[in-house]
């Protein structure tokens, strides 16, 4: 495959370029909206900070959504890039292979029979629903003689998540407290959290974007295959092991703060890959990147596109995610 | 004794080969479901018992019963009943179509396709009657059955492909439902909610006069295509050279699997799963020819609502769970034991 961006130079100003676009949307999704701000009064409201409507906007609601969709973004998007790898399949991502909805019947669980409420229990429960639906799908997917195939994955996914989705509304008819604390957090958005909620998880995603890091190159030599991979000295089974617990460290993360949020990791891979070829750390870099980009761009789209109104942000990667998934589908998804 | 009995008339051009044992399990079945409804028809929150019930049918019940019976339990049972035969037929038509097991209205977002234009006519178009909603939500699962032939072609279509984007439909539909509901006012809203999961709570008479003519029609309009469906299930060559318009019989199919889709989808909501489950049910009980899956599954689609509606009414009363709580709890499962089933194909 022909990279775009051909020589180390290159991909470090592309790098730098995604950064002051990554910084510039940060920029307006901090200052407009339906409070216009200035930067001078972004700055005013961390180092002068009075009582004014629109500092304590920019402290309290501005900030915290902009931290939110960058680490979130990142995290999806590594997670695609790290999911496709494993799975040697182009259209893999968390929401399609039903960890989201795994991690968000969890969730529902713990709040209606347990009465959980607390953060850093939610976040290890949204991991417990990750990785079990990721495994259930994993496991499902691999049946049969012609092993992981990208629809076994994709039906398996959507089965899955056809199941604990209703499952949820089961459980959120029953009990109509739970749905008033769960309903908000469930449509998907990087709004409305507290700053606490990312804090909470945020040391596992430092170190699962390390480890995705670490993961890059040992997942491309596996991609060649198993036996080539065991035949150069990886221990494959360790990598593979790996790279389940960052993925569900990695979306369980963001399912905590943010909800379920779609299509980010699905889109993000393929990009990266179009701009910088096979180098693998340099796409899982760049996943990462385009995952921040991409979901505060759709964030901020979101916001502006039916102000004063939200569009929920899950809608908008739906929106931006599937024609390129059907693009991809139709580009044949049989292994060459 | 022979599997196959004719049945002809000298002056009136029918002839007709029935299948026995489906004649005897459509028959059992049927009386299956009656004698269900009756059943559901008398639990609730006041029990009635089933000889008063078929009293209130007969007209000789007492007066309270019969006002319970006629205005509140029954138009929910007949509801179930067209819903479920409606969907059941919807999925049969398009399995038979496809030629693949895992192929359902809901999971292609045929269903979802519905939706999405039921809620537009319920926001946009207030002031239109609601007579028209099966009309618009037939529109919505035309639409997306047509995108879906038009982007799953290249070349021919192959099932895989279509299931694939198929399932990128659906997300693309829920999507523009979620943002349909985001901007319709606070009423809609947990209608709307109520509705994608799918629940024929409260539904009134208005709404078995609104559907039963569809359905009925469409039901009938299947049963004499499927001849031409049999023929089809050995391969769209075979069935050219015996004379059949394949491809426009097939585009006529999909436009019955989408109507009835329609119909269904502005009642009961996004029922899911009763579409994938009935055809299967209905094959293992009486082999694979279209015909015989088709007659059978119109009860087993009937039933399976039925029986799926009494849990969520009954179970957890005085709480009412939405039907598709249940349909998708039996039949999501199913659908990971088709996808291990299938898993050397």
């Known amino acids: ?336 | 004794m022979k599997t196959y009995f004719s049945l002809r008339h000298r002056r009136f051009p029918v002839s007709l080969h029935i299948h026995k044992r489906t004649l005897w399990v459509t028959l059992l079945l049927a009386l299956a479901t009656l004698v269900v409804a009756i059943i559901s028809t008398g639990m609730g929150e006041m029990n009635i018992s089933p000889i008063e019930v078929v009293k209130v049918l007969l007209g000789i019940g007492g007066e309270q019963e019969t006002l319970i019976v006629q205005e509140f339990r029954l138009p929910r049972i007949v509801v179930g009943i067209l819903v479920g035969a409606a969907l059941a037929v919807a999925g049969s038509i398009l399995q038979g179509l496809v030629r693949n097991p895992l192929a359902a209205p809901d999971i292609l977002g045929i269903t979802g396709g519905a939706s999405v234009t039921a809620v537009a006519f319920l926001l946009f178009f207030e002031t239109l009657s609601i007579k028209w909603l099966p009309g618009a939500s037939f529109i919505g699962a035309t639409l997306i059955a047509l995108l879906l032939y038009a982007l799953a072609w290249k070349k021919g279509v192959t099932p895989l492909r279509l299931v694939m984007i198929g399932v990128g439909l659906k997300i693309v539909t829920s999507a523009a439902v979620t943002l349909l509901i985001t901007f319709s006012p606070f009423l809609l809203q947990n209608r709307a909610i109520l509705w994608l999961t799918g629940s024929i709570y409260g539904v009134s008479w208005d709404d078995v006069t609104m559907i039963s003519p569809w359905i009925v029609i469409l039901l009938i309009l299947s049963v004499i295509m499927t001849g031409r469906v049999n023929v089809q299930q050995l391969g769209s060559e075979i069935a050219t050279s015996v004379g059949n318009t394949v491809n426009r019989d097939n585009f006529l199919l999909l436009l019955m699997c989408t109507a009835l889709t329609g119909t269904a989808v502005a009642v009961g909501g996004e029922i899911s799963f009763v579409a994938l489950l009935a055809p299967h049910i209905s094959k293992q009980l009486v082999g694979p020819s279209f015909g015989s899956v088709l007659s059978v599954s119109i009860f087993v689609g009937a039933l399976i609502i039925l029986l799926a509606d009494l849990v969520a009414r009954v179970a957890f009363a005085p709480l009412d769970i939405p039907v598709g709580v249940f349909t998708s709890a039996i039949g999501a499962p199913f659908f990971i034991y088709l996808l291990y089933k299938k898993r050397n194909q």
Not at chain 1, 212 to 233: N, Q, S
Not at chain 1, 325 to 333: E, N, Q
């Open chain 1, 1 to 336: 495959m022909n990279a775009l961006l051909p020589n180390t130079f290159l991909k470090l100003l592309a790098l730098c370029i995604s950064l002051v676009l990554l910084g510039y949307l940060a920029f307006v999704s901090l200052v407009y909206g339906v409070v216009d701000t200035s930067w001078q009064t972004v700055i005013d409201a961390y180092t002068n900070f009075q009582q004014t409507n629109e500092h304590i906007v920019i402290k309290e609601v501005r900030v915290p959504r902009v931290l939110n969709a960058i680490a979130v973004g990142a995290s999806l998007g590594i997670a695609g890039a790290l999911l496709q790898s494993l799975t040697r399949n182009p259209v893999a991502d968390v929401e399609l292979f039903g960890l989201n909805a795994g991690a968000a019947f969890f969730i529902v669980v713990a709040v209606t029979f347990f009465s959980i409420s607390s953060l850093t229990q939610f976040s290890w429960i949204a991991f417990a629903g990750a990785a079990v639906a990721g495994l259930i799908v994993y496991i499902l997917g691999s049946f049969g003689r012609d092993g992981l195939t990208p629809v076994k994955l994709t039906l398996a996914g959507a089965a899955i998540t056809a199941l604990s989705s209703s499952a949820r509304h089961g459980l959120l008819v029953l009990n109509d407290k739970a749905l008033d604390e769960v309903l908000f957090w469930l449509s998907g958005s990087v709004g409305g959290r507290k700053l606490e909620y990312l804090l909470a998880v945020f040391p596992y995603m430092i170190v699962a974007w390390l480890a995705a890091f670490l993961l890059a190159r040992p997942l491309y030599t596996l991609m060649m295959g198993e036996d080539v991979a065991k035949g150069l000295g990886q221990r494959t089974l360790f990598i593979k092991i790996a790279a389940g617990v960052t993925i569900v460290l990695l979306s369980g993360s963001a399912v905590a703060v943010a909800g379920p949020i779609g299509f980010v990791g699905l889109v993000t891979p393929h990009l990266a890959r179009y701009l910088v070829g096979v180098s693998a750390r340099w796409i899982m870099l760049f996943s990462g990147l385009l995952g921040s980009i991409l979901l505060l761009a759709a964030d901020i789209g979101g916001r502006f596109i039916a102000m004063p109104n939200e569009l929920p942000i899950g809608v908008m990667t739906a929106f931006i995610g599937v024609p390129f998934f059907i693009y991809v589908a139709r580009k044949g998804l049989e292994r060459k």
